[in-house]
């Protein structure tokens, strides 16, 4: 279906505008992407927009392309006036096509372990730019995915999107309180390894074991100390300065290239 | 000196409040930076705010040093409204103090190459959030500090204070063009080693020599072509997925604790 919207108070604009906001996104299920390259990202790993909205007159052929799978799978596509795309992306210079996507399946339950040799955990990582950051780097080091523990940054926010470089779309998802994540990991295979600097060795060689779990905690209280004690492997990495710490997704993506070298060696 | 300022017109308030943007950052050559704990870090190191502006009827012990040096330095004391103070930081929930401080040196000649085993290098780096956590990454590897080279974000925005943690003004800093930086490199000791899909070699064990300078480069683009030729060593990491790259503070950062695994051993 193709419709061609200039008004300002159209609904659907309201609608479209109103998934900038975490509580629109989550009672609507859906979330809000722009740009063609995240779109193209999204389309490779098989997923299509349910509704594609476009500045008027655009032509690409990847947009072309994109056009033609959202109408196949039965979507919409919505050409408006470049100034109501600013004012639905809350951007001044909006890039000229954006997609609604329904979010998806982000139970434990939807992840296969057993498919890649690492994954990362964060628990209450609060910053999204973080959160998308540490979907790159799962990305990058063949990690199955992220697994966000307790209340996290939301990871279909255009901030945590923007920073996943598209991994969003590639890499497994999932969101859990600890008290589900725990029995989860000791039902099956499962090394849970964290960051920290109680009852630690070092990071560099240690005996990681496939699939394992690579856990950070939050940007500024780290880890409960219960968690870290629930832990198979405590490490530590060098810290040669006046501050204790690292930022967390720089924290996860040291030790996740440590951990893929020893799984290697 | 002290005073009171109560009123949003009040010209000091207005000064204040356009530190917030770079032009007037570079034209005032000063810059803001909010929060008792970064204020803290600054004392630590020895840098002491030229003017200290507080909420009305604050107290606390550390705030009572900070005036007292303050004070010591010559520096002013303006007591304001919380609102004032918001006003001035452009957040809702403004913590109840913030420093002006002067810029300092941020030339190559400030640098003591000889002071650190390692130095982090970035290339048109555009994000602060990555600017400054990459600033952090040096505190924690022990690095002399971070070189921006070409047109980067300004390390003393808010933004990037904030996300170094406090190494802004612990960590050397400099700021300088491609065409000044390699003469002075090459006019001492350093080895100059670009993460690079070309001509490289496995970034685990390779041949890292002191002083090491890790150079990444735009968040988008790169490195230009000539500038990895012009490096000593070019090193790869794993890419196992679809995407071939880490976030810019992210490849700095697995590169900086490989560098300082292979000086150390």
Redesign the interface.
């Known amino acids: 279906m193709r419709k061609h919207i200039t008004g300002f108070s159209n609904p659907t604009v309201k609608y479209l505008r109103s998934l900038r906001d975490k509580k629109h996104r989550k009672r609507a299920g859906q979330f809000l992407v722009e740009g063609l390259r995240l779109l193209e990202?999204a389309r490779?790993s098989g997923r299509v927009p349910r509704t594609l909205v476009m500045a008027e007159g655009r032509a690409h052929p990847l947009l072309a392309r994109l056009e033609a799978d959202v109408m196949a799978a039965g979507g919409e596509i919505i050409e408006t006036t470049p100034d109501i795309l600013s004012k639905i992306t809350g951007k001044e210079n909006a890039q000229s096509v954006a997609g609604v996507f329904d979010e998806w399946d982000t139970s434990l339950a939807a992840l296969d372990r057993a498919s890649a040799p690492i994954w990362l955990a964060a628990q209450a990582l609060r910053d999204p730019?973080n959160l998308g950051?540490m979907l790159?780097?799962?990305?990058?080091?063949?990690a199955g995915g992220l697994i966000l523990i307790d209340d996290c940054a939301d990871p279909f926010s255009a901030e945590a999107v923007r920073?996943s470089?598209?991994?969003v779309f590639?890499?497994g998802l999932a969101q859990a309180r600890w008290e589900a994540f725990l029995p989860w990991l000791r039902g099956g295979a499962g090394q849970l390894v964290a960051a920290s600097l109680r009852d630690a060795v070092p990071y560099?060689g240690a005996a990681y074991a496939a699939p394992c779990f690579i856990l950070v905690g939050n940007e500024s209280q780290g880890l409960p100390e219960e968690y870290e004690a629930a832990c198979d492997l405590r490490v530590t990495?060098?810290?040669?300065?006046?501050?204790d710490?690292?930022?967390a997704?720089?924290a996860g993506?040291?030790l996740a290239?440590?951990v893929?070298?020893g799984l290697e060696s």
Chains 1, 2 share one sequence.
């Open positions: 990202d490779a730019g950051t790159r780097t799962c990305d990058a080091v063949g920073a470089m598209g991994a590639t890499v560099r990495m060098p810290m040669r300065g006046r501050a710490s690292l930022n997704a720089v993506a040291v290239y440590e893929l070298a």
